[in-house]
């Protein structure tokens, strides 16, 4: 199993970028995959998740600017960020976990499978 980010980069506040995690080794049906961020300093915190019935879940920071979808015949999951602020500043990483195993729920790190993580700079 491996999960794979991209799409991280310096963008000016406001901006937006679209992040990737391309996963293999198994299919996204019957599985959530997350995406969670870590500022220097602070605990990783969940952002969004998508279930294999295209179940989309929000954390309130980010709910009307980031867009979660997945690409399930390129076993793939994007998250679109928009009007992005300096306070977004994050390593992102996505994380994958069989949907009976998130007991906490889908916004918790009880996840299973996590990528190496891309960085999002946002600049004032």
């Known amino acids: 199993v491996q999960l794979v980010e991209s799409g991280g980069g310096l963008v000016q506040a406001g901006g937006s970028l679209r992040l990737s995690c391309v996963a293999s080794?198994?299919?996204?049906?019957?599985?959530?995959i997350g995406w969670f961020r870590q500022a220097p300093g602070k605990e990783r915190e969940g952002v969004s998740s998508i279930t294999s019935d295209t179940s989309t879940y929000y954390d309130d920071s980010v709910r009307g600017r980031f867009t979660i979808s997945r690409d399930s015949a390129q076993n793939t999951v994007y998250l679109q960020m928009n009007n992005l602020k300096p306070e977004d500043t994050a390593v992102y990483y996505c994380?994958?976990?069989?949907?009976?195993?998130?007991?906490?729920?889908?916004?918790?790190?009880?996840?299973?499978?996590w990528g190496q993580g891309t960085q999002v700079t946002v600049s004032s």
């Open positions: 080794g198994f299919t996204l049906n019957g599985y959530a």
């Open positions: 994380a994958a976990a069989p949907l009976e195993t998130l007991v906490s729920g889908y916004l918790s790190d009880d996840y299973r499978y």
